[in-house]
């Protein structure tokens, strides 16, 4: 959205963000995918991940700890950093944190699977489950972070 709303939808180093955000490719086939393989839980992320990872491990009585150096995230992480500096905007590295933890509407999906489980094609494993409640990324607890789409908070 920032990339249409900045005047540089046309750059061709962001065309692909643009054209997923004109036109949704939610992952279908990853939800049954995920229950053939054994899935926990699942939630979209149309809230950001860190709101709705709080909402799996508050419902499931876990704590979630996504690793911010797993594969997963460290490539959307590099990725979203690439266009927050095409975008020229201050701090590109924490913008695309900020992205990747609080925005939203990206039609992915977040499951957890057993510690065994072999996990299917779109998922990339980003983290674990432990005891405790809350999510903790990079060691950080998050509970007292606010971002992410709330939608009663008026």
């Given at each position: 959205?920032?990339?249409?709303?900045?005047?540089?939808?046309?750059?061709?180093?962001?065309?692909?963000?643009?054209?997923?955000?004109?036109?949704?490719?939610?992952?279908?086939?990853?939800?049954?995918?995920?229950?053939?393989?054994?899935?926990?839980?699942?939630?979209?992320?149309?809230?950001?991940?860190?709101?709705?990872?709080?909402?799996?491990?508050?419902?499931?009585?876990?704590?979630?700890?996504?690793?911010?150096?797993?594969?997963?995230?460290?490539?959307?992480?590099?990725?979203?950093?690439?266009?927050?500096?095409?975008?020229?905007l201050e701090h590109p590295a924490a913008t695309a944190w900020q992205w990747l933890l609080g925005g939203g509407e990206d039609h992915g999906l977040l499951a957890t699977f057993p510690a065994r489980a072999?996990?299917?094609?779109?998922?990339?494993?980003?983290?674990?489950?432990?005891?405790?409640?809350?999510?903790?990324?990079?060691?950080?607890?998050?509970?007292?972070?606010?971002?992410?789409?709330?939608?009663?908070?008026?």
């Open positions: 959205l920032v990339a249409m709303q900045s005047g540089k939808a046309d750059d061709p180093r962001l065309r692909e963000v643009v054209a997923v955000q004109r036109a949704a490719r939610p992952p279908l086939a990853g939800g049954p995918a995920a229950a053939l393989a054994g899935a926990t839980a699942m939630i979209d992320l149309s809230d950001g991940l860190l709101r709705d990872a709080g909402r799996v491990a508050r419902a499931s009585g876990v704590r979630l700890v996504l690793d911010a150096d797993s594969r997963g995230l460290a490539d959307l992480h590099d990725e979203l950093t690439d266009v927050a500096r095409h975008l020229d072999s996990v299917p094609e779109p998922f990339a494993v980003i983290g674990t489950v432990a005891d405790g409640t809350g999510v903790k990324v990079a060691g950080l607890d998050t509970s007292r972070m606010s971002i992410g789409w709330d939608h009663y908070s008026g």
